[in-house]
């Protein structure tokens, strides 16, 4: 029953569960995610809830690991991640609002289940060998838990530092440390496996300003949305030498937006590009070209979803028109070229070769009153007629 709830509330983030999931999929927990973050659906009266949601979600799946019995990571959905993303980001311009959701996050940070369950698992530890290994496996699921936090609310980031005078990935490291690693520390610190582990949180604790040094993932986000209107505005990740890498969304002064992953400056990755002028596409970058598969919706009304090169339709794919006729076939340089049919509006069908758009080499026509027509097509005319069927 879950599992087709899902379905059918979320048909495209279903879709994409079932390819990422390596294992058997428990439908009720997935089924709860999605009903924590209101099946993916905005709604200005439950920003609080859905974010709140979000924080519940990425808490339960740690936990889950931490047990032995990982439950299906939502987030890894491009889909549910950018839902979020763009929850949080929409509230930008509402400063009050921000102030609460913000003093909220650090509440739900510094009450995570994950922490109070690691911390009672390592209390439990007699052995120190166990122990040291247990500390390593808790340090790499939280540093998981932590870069799914920090990707979920970057947009918090900068506002999160003038609240608490920290940003979230250095608040969490503190929780952390104090909350899990701290009071095991003593039994720790003679194991030469977890002794770097130990000094990278005694740095971080000590001085908590000096995240930049910890981790590898930077944020950029400049503040000046109206100061500088002609300025492009990111907020995102960012590498050691400031480019723009791994993820992040980008709103250009003209308009257009572009929000998922990053590769040296450049778009990479699953990703979405939304024009100011309504069109939108969903899909793969390739160094910052539409190259892969993806779904494009143009200003016509018109969409394609199948394979790009470049920005280009290319390869296979189908194309609805907003007149209602549809192509799906093979695509050169944007035209129908190569194998296709084409589907009209009023149930004709043509099903043959293409070139540069046009019907070219042999075909067969079959009419919505049921008649087929075979032949040969030069430059979209029927040149030759082999017989007719009704």
């Given at each position: 029953?879950e599992?087709?709830?899902?379905?059918?509330?979320?048909?495209?983030?279903?879709?994409?569960?079932?390819?990422l999931a390596?294992?058997?999929?428990?439908w009720?927990?997935?089924?709860?995610?999605?009903?924590?973050?209101?099946?993916l659906?905005?709604?200005?009266?439950?920003?609080?809830?859905?974010?709140n949601?979000?924080?519940?979600?990425?808490?339960?799946?740690?936990?889950?690991?931490?047990?032995?019995?990982?439950?299906?990571?939502?987030?890894?959905?491009?889909?549910?991640?950018?839902?979020?993303?763009?929850?949080?980001?929409?509230?930008?311009?509402?400063?009050?609002?921000?102030?609460?959701v913000?003093?909220?996050?650090?509440?739900?940070?510094?009450?995570?289940a994950f922490?109070?369950?690691a911390?009672?698992?390592?209390?439990?530890?007699?052995?120190e060998?166990?122990?040291?290994?247990?500390?390593?496996?808790?340090?790499?699921?939280?540093?998981?838990?932590?870069?799914?936090?920090?990707?979920?609310?970057?947009?918090?980031?900068?506002?999160?530092t003038l609240e608490?005078?920290?940003?979230?990935?250095?608040?969490?490291?503190?929780?952390?440390?104090?909350q899990?690693?701290?009071?095991?520390k003593?039994?720790?610190?003679?194991?030469?496996?977890?002794?770097?582990?130990?000094?990278?949180?005694?740095?971080?604790?000590?001085s908590?300003?000096?995240?930049?040094?910890y981790?590898?993932?930077?944020y950029?986000?400049?503040?000046?949305?109206?100061?500088?209107?002609?300025e492009?505005?990111y907020?995102?990740?960012?590498?050691?030498?400031?480019?723009?890498?791994?993820?992040?969304?980008?709103?250009?002064f003209?308009?257009?937006?572009?929000?998922?992953?990053?590769?040296?400056?450049?778009?990479?990755g699953k990703?979405?590009?939304?024009?100011?002028?309504w069109?939108?596409?969903?899909?793969?970058?390739?160094?910052?070209?539409?190259?892969?598969?993806?779904?494009?919706?143009?200003?016509?009304?018109?969409?394609?979803?199948?394979?790009?090169?470049?920005?280009?339709?290319?390869?296979?794919?189908?194309l609805?028109?907003?007149?209602?006729?549809?192509?799906?076939?093979?695509?050169?340089?944007?035209d129908?070229?190569?194998k296709?049919?084409?589907t009209?509006?009023?149930?004709?069908?043509?099903?043959?070769?293409?070139?540069?758009?046009?019907?070219?080499?042999?075909?067969?026509?079959?009419?919505?009153?049921?008649?087929?027509?075979?032949g040969?097509?030069?430059?979209?005319?029927?040149?030759?007629?082999?017989?007719?069927?009704?």
């Amino acid at each position: 029953m879950e599992e087709q709830e899902v379905q059918t509330k979320c048909p495209e983030t279903f879709t994409s569960i079932l390819k990422l999931a390596d294992n058997e999929l428990n439908w009720a927990e997935i089924h709860q995610d999605l009903e924590e973050l209101n099946w993916l659906q905005k709604d200005t009266t439950k920003e609080d809830d859905i974010i709140n949601g979000a924080w519940k979600v990425c808490d339960r799946w740690a936990v889950s690991v931490l047990e032995g019995e990982p439950i299906f990571k939502i987030t890894k959905v491009n889909r549910v991640k950018m839902f979020v993303n763009e929850i949080v980001y929409n509230l930008v311009n509402n400063k009050e609002k921000l102030r609460q959701v913000c003093l909220a996050c650090k509440k739900q940070g510094s009450e995570l289940a994950f922490f109070k369950k690691a911390k009672t698992m390592l209390s439990a530890e007699n052995e120190e060998d166990k122990l040291c290994a247990l500390a390593l496996t808790i340090n790499n699921i939280y540093k998981d838990l932590k870069q799914t936090f920090s990707a979920l609310f970057m947009h918090l980031d900068k506002y999160l530092t003038l609240e608490i005078n920290k940003n979230l990935a250095t608040f969490l490291d503190e929780q952390f440390f104090n909350q899990v690693i701290n009071p095991v520390k003593f039994q720790l610190e003679e194991n030469p496996q977890v002794k770097p582990l130990l000094d990278e949180y005694d740095r971080n604790y000590i001085s908590p300003s000096s995240y930049g040094g910890y981790s590898s993932i930077g944020y950029s986000s400049y503040s000046s949305y109206s100061s500088y209107p002609k300025e492009n505005v990111y907020l995102g990740e960012l590498d050691d030498d400031g480019r723009r890498t791994g993820y992040g969304k980008i709103t250009h002064f003209n308009g257009d937006t572009y929000e998922g992953y990053w590769e040296d400056d450049k778009p990479h990755g699953k990703g979405i590009y939304s024009w100011k002028d309504w069109g939108r596409y969903e899909g793969d970058f390739n160094k910052g070209a539409i190259s892969g598969n993806g779904k494009r919706i143009y200003t016509s009304g018109n969409v394609y979803v199948g394979e790009f090169t470049n920005g280009k339709k290319q390869g296979r794919g189908e194309l609805r028109f907003k007149n209602g006729d549809v192509y799906e076939g093979e695509f050169d340089d944007e035209d129908f070229h190569g194998k296709g049919r084409y589907t009209w509006k009023s149930g004709d069908v043509f099903e043959g070769t293409f070139k540069r758009d046009k019907r070219e080499g042999r075909g067969t026509l079959t009419l919505s009153t049921g008649e087929v027509i075979e032949g040969e097509w030069k430059d979209g005319v029927m040149c030759q007629q082999e017989n007719t069927q009704s």
